[in-house]
């Protein structure tokens, strides 16, 4: 896994620094990847900042699960959906805030965790 993660990390690097995908931005110099998650927050209550903020970190931890996929296998120009079974390395919350009743999270994983740590279980693109 090793290998094949320097692999990545060469060819990619060799021609763009940051690269942003559809669920996703990779800093392929400076070896992270950073995600975002959101979540509506129905009330201010403490209880549901909770629960938007549990909803926000699981929607970052898919998207960052689909970039994975991203980056191995491509996505079709039109996508109608995606599936995905799998895990995800936990990452550092770099922010979270809420704007119009969305409460938003902002993830990043270091590059080599990512690949080495995360892993597809099933897939299905539509």
Same mark, same amino acid.
């Given at each position: ?31 992270? +990847?950073?995600? #975002? &998650? ?5 009330? *201010? ?5 909770? /629960? ?40 550092? +919350?770099?922010? #979270? &805030? ?5 409460? *938003? ?5 270091? /590059? ?15």
């Amino acid at each position: 896994m090793a290998v094949l993660f320097q692999s990545i990390v060469e060819s990619k690097s060799a021609t763009e620094d940051i690269q942003v995908f559809r669920f996703g931005v990779v800093d392929w110099k400076g070896e992270s +990847v950073t995600s #975002q &998650g959101k979540a509506p927050l129905p009330s *201010t209550s403490p209880q549901d900042r909770m /629960l938007a903020k549990r909803g926000a970190l699981t929607d970052a931890r898919r998207n960052l699960l689909c970039l994975l996929y991203e980056i191995r296998h491509g996505l079709p120009e039109k996508i109608s959906s995606i599936e995905i079974e799998g895990e995800v390395v936990d990452g550092q +919350v770099d922010f #979270q &805030g809420v704007s119009n009743g969305v409460y *938003t999270v902002e993830v990043t994983v270091p /590059l080599r965790r990512f690949f080495t740590e995360s892993r597809i279980v099933r897939a299905e693109v539509r």
